[in-house]
């Protein structure tokens, strides 16, 4: 049987990293429920994140992300996949590290590409790119997100991560409490 403290667990990762996919794995084998912070917000805008980012901007997208990551983080026992900037607003990675246990999925940008080449959900950041330059902002991107997701409490760095893994890091690191 799985033991992990209530607090939200949150998965952090670039786009194509696999944060919905294993989530819902996740909160399927430890019995929680799971949210997806872009479905969230499209819920509560009532407007797919394609249309935010068209109609408002993305800086506009950006505060209606924060305002919604405070909201979904006071409910316990939730596995909930952020969306791959989320990490990187001001005071977003401290909040999060302070109100959840967090696990940054690392995947290589060669890997994330042919993801998200097959991907169907679309990213508007992304848009219009051909695959070499999908390439190198995936690549620039990177390094600048990289200080904003390692500072997860668990990094899985693996292009073929499971559910499990992610467990049983869970469980080593929250082994005397709880
Ligand atoms: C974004 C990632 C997307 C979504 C938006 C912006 C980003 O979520 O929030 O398109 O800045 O990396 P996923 O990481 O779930 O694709």
Not at 27 to 37: E, K, P, R, V
Not at 64 to 85: D, F, M, T, W
């Amino acid at each position: 049987m799985v033991t992990v403290p209530d607090k939200p667990i949150v998965l952090l990762g670039f786009m194509g990293s696999g944060k919905s996919t294993l989530g819902k794995q996740l909160a399927t084998a430890i019995g929680w429920s799971f949210l997806d912070l872009d479905r969230f917000i499209e819920a509560e805008e009532n407007r797919l994140i394609t249309e935010i980012f068209e109609r408002s901007g993305e800086a506009s997208f950006r505060l209606i992300e924060s305002k919604a990551l405070l909201k979904v983080l006071k409910y316990p026992r939730q596995v909930i996949a952020i969306g791959g900037g989320t990490p990187c607003q001001t005071g977003n990675m401290q909040i999060i590290k302070e109100n959840s246990q967090s696990v940054y999925l690392k995947v290589s940008p060669l890997q994330l590409l042919h993801r998200l080449s097959f991907s169907t959900t679309p990213r508007p950041l992304l848009k219009g790119k051909t695959e070499p330059e999908t390439l190198s902002l995936i690549e620039e991107m990177m390094v600048n997100r990289e200080p904003y997701y390692s500072q997860a409490d668990i990094i899985i760095e693996s292009d073929a991560i499971t559910a499990r893994s992610i467990l049983s890091q869970i469980e080593w690191l929250t082994r005397d409490e709880g």
